[in-house]
């Protein structure tokens, strides 16, 4: 399983929110770019980035950070928040990001989806966002009434290979990651499942393990000092 350290950013700074309300926001870190130095060094090879303003905005508003962090970090990284057109996604790629994270538009406009599949492939992922299993969108500002593994199979039909599932429930509490929703999902489609939200400790890992799940994102827990990102790697990197 794949382990992906992340960095979430709003103002230009490192935070994390509580259950994605962005009146939760708090700094976690100094530096974007030295905290993602600091992941690597611990045997890192992903990073996970999310532009909240940028979810919000339903467009680009941190990519000069974002940027920078991937021409320096000497990681492969994944970036979503306000991705909604073939141009934004060509230009993340074009400046050396390895996967592009479609959140909203998956609900919201398929077609780009389908485009996007289309002519990038496996670069491409759907994060999906679940709110007592009903799919969120707008930096989870607004609710549907789709239910996320609905969703899940609409973007396996279109192509999608890569699927982040977030329990909003969960996101940034350390309560452990919804296992149940993770499963059914995992069972529902071929696509490569990773979950996001919750992760507190290795036993959170090893249990995500037992999933046979594709990879994790963990936040909160390595900022806090909960997890140490070095021996969930190693966790991560165990034969079963």
Not at 25 to 30: E, G, I, L, S, T
């Amino acid at each position: 399983m794949i382990l992906l350290p992340a960095i979430d950013i709003k103002d230009g700074e490192c935070v994390r929110l509580i259950k994605g309300d962005y009146a939760t926001a708090h700094k976690v870190a100094a530096n974007a770019e030295e905290t993602a130095e600091g992941f690597r060094a611990a045997g890192a090879e992903w990073l996970h980035m999310v532009d909240l303003n940028g979810a919000k905005a339903a467009e680009p508003v941190n990519t000069e950070l974002i940027f920078r962090v991937v021409k320096n970090s000497g990681l492969k990284v994944e970036v979503g928040g306000g991705i909604r057109s073939i141009k934004t996604i060509g230009d993340y790629l074009e400046n050396g990001v390895s996967r592009v994270v479609l959140g909203s538009a998956a609900l919201k406009n398929p077609a780009l989806v389908r485009e996007a599949v289309l002519q990038y492939g496996e670069k491409i992922a759907v994060g999906i966002d679940a709110r007592n299993g009903m799919v969120a969108a707008q930096g989870w500002t607004e609710t549907s009434d789709l239910n996320y593994l609905e969703l899940a199979k609409q973007m396996e039909q279109i192509g999608v290979k890569y699927i982040i599932f977030t329990d909003i429930s969960r996101d940034g509490t350390l309560t452990g990651p919804n296992l149940e929703m993770l499963n059914a999902l995992n069972h529902a489609v071929t696509c490569h499942i990773i979950a996001s939200g919750g992760v507190k400790n290795l036993e959170d890992i090893a249990n995500l393990r037992k999933l046979n799940l594709y990879g994790a994102i963990c936040g909160k827990a390595v900022y806090t000092g909960d997890l140490d990102l070095k021996s969930a790697i190693c966790l991560c990197e165990e034969e079963t």
